[in-house]
């Protein structure tokens, strides 16, 4: 009885082991850029600032990481920085300056207020 108690444990603990190692295998295939978007709609930005530096070091997508990274920025205040982040998505990803201009334009009304 006591052998098949343990048995059974054993299967449920590896079956949960199973289980844990698919979810952080599923999670760690999350591109940080994503990761980190989620963490801006969260309203964690210095975290989401963390995340799209590394999905930039690590090549994702830098032009949409930087336009994110800026968007951060703008919440913490950090104005030269979002300045500076978006000088950069301008460069790396040029067919969002539409996108760009709109920051940069709310960028400038609000250090003009400062």
């Not at 979810?23 to 990761?35: M, R, Y």
């Not at 963490?39 to 590394?54: E, F, I, T």
């Not at 067919?95 to 609000?110: C, V």
Request: net charge neutral.
């Amino acid at each position: 009885m006591r052998n098949r108690y343990c048995s059974t444990l054993r299967i449920a603990f590896a079956g949960l082991m199973l289980y844990t190692g698919q979810l952080l295998a599923s999670a760690a295939s999350v591109p940080l850029t994503e990761q980190a978007n989620q963490q801006l709609l969260n309203q964690h930005y210095q975290q989401a600032v963390q995340s799209y530096q590394s999905a930039i070091r690590q090549g994702e997508e830098p032009g949409r990481a930087f336009i994110g990274m800026a968007i951060a920025y703008l919440h913490l205040g950090q104005y030269p920085l979002a300045r500076a982040a978006l000088d950069e998505a301008r460069e790396r990803k040029p067919h969002h300056s539409e996108e760009i201009d709109k920051l940069m334009i709310w960028l400038n009304g609000r250090e003009d207020k400062l």
